[in-house]
């Protein structure tokens, strides 16, 4: 239920809500916010083997209300503090969070019926894509001699500063 409460609360920044780039990083980032936890708020918190090897800095108070102030009322934000316990005895269940007071709070959800839908990509029409146009313009290739033929390209100097082939000019 702890990812729940993480996911609830990206769905409405749209941001991770604990960026963390490591495991220590991470747990200070959740203190930060939610504050250190205690043995009195979760009972066997110093038997853990984490904070046994570590000692982390005393965040006293949940910052989180003034983070999510804007985006919940204050139904809202219990039930994420909810999804936010530390301890997992305390923590919302699934059917406890089913039948919280936020899900009947108004705005009420639309039907599921009412959700837009789009095709599949799988059952839509395919498109074929046309093939592009070969090249034009090796019509002067067939007015050459057998001679020039084979010997292939090749420019020709002219007095006046400009080469010369078939079919165009070169000036330098």
């Given at each position: 239920?702890?990812?729940v409460g993480c996911i609830f609360a990206e769905f409405l920044?749209?941001?991770p809500l604990f960026p963390g780039k490591s495991e220590v990083d991470q747990l200070n980032r959740i203190f930060k916010e939610l504050g250190t936890p205690s043995e009195k708020i979760w009972p066997g918190y110093n038997e853990l083997p984490a904070v046994k090897k570590m000692t982390f800095a005393d965040h006293p108070y949940n910052n989180l209300r003034s983070r999510f102030g804007t985006y919940l009322t204050d139904v809202g934000?219990?039930?994420?503090?909810k999804f936010l316990t530390y301890n997992p005895g305390r923590r919302i269940t699934a059917d406890e969070a089913k039948k919280h007071e936020y899900f009947r709070e108004r705005p009420?959800?639309?039907d599921p019926s009412m959700f837009p839908t789009w095709p599949a990509k799988s059952e839509m029409a395919r498109v074929k894509k046309s093939s592009p146009k070969a090249p034009e313009g090796g019509q002067q290739?067939?007015?050459?001699?057998d001679d020039e033929a084979e010997e292939g390209f090749r420019l020709t100097l002219a007095s006046q500063g400009a080469a010369q082939g078939l079919g165009f000019s070169l000036k330098f």
């Open positions: 239920m702890w990812s920044t749209m941001k934000f219990e039930l994420m503090n009420l959800p639309i290739y067939k007015n050459l001699d």
